[in-house]
């Protein structure tokens, strides 16, 4: 029902910035709450953000809060995380999920798609 591509992942130093977008195939964008998580190899996918249905709420995690920004233009169908001063732990393939709910979940399980992911490689 709903497709998702993640773009914009590369190699970046430290402290660097970069920008993920995550585009639905369809229009249906608006009807689902967004997240954000990444997995590193040989770990759990981990929660990074969400944002809701509207734009007006997003949540992070401690991890990157303060350097990390979700946002959406659902007239797009695309969602951003604008990721700030990157460190090495960042490095990940990060990936984008939608949910039913409203204003999204920390919990994988709460996500209805996936999309295949972006690399994140953050140099020390």
């Known amino acids: 029902q709903v497709q998702l591509v993640e773009s914009g992942g590369g190699l970046v130093q430290a402290g660097g910035s970069l920008r993920l977008s995550c585009a639905a195939s369809?229009?249906?964008?608006?009807?689902?709450?967004m997240g954000w998580f990444r997995q590193a190899p040989g770990k759990e996918r981990e929660f990074v953000g969400t944002?809701?249905?509207?734009?007006?709420?997003?949540n992070y995690a401690d991890s990157v809060k303060g350097r990390f920004t979700i946002s959406r233009d659902n007239a797009k169908n695309t969602v951003y995380l604008q990721m700030n001063s990157l460190k090495p732990e960042d490095t990940a393939v990060y990936y984008c999920?939608?949910?039913?709910?409203?204003?999204?979940?920390?919990?994988?399980?709460?996500?209805?798609?996936w999309g295949q992911g972006t690399q994140v490689t953050v140099a020390s």
């Open positions: 944002i809701s249905r509207s734009g007006g709420n997003t």
């Open positions: 999920a939608a949910s039913n709910g409203i204003l999204g979940s920390s919990r994988r399980s709460e996500y209805d798609y």
């Open positions: 369809r229009r249906t964008l608006v009807t689902y709450a």
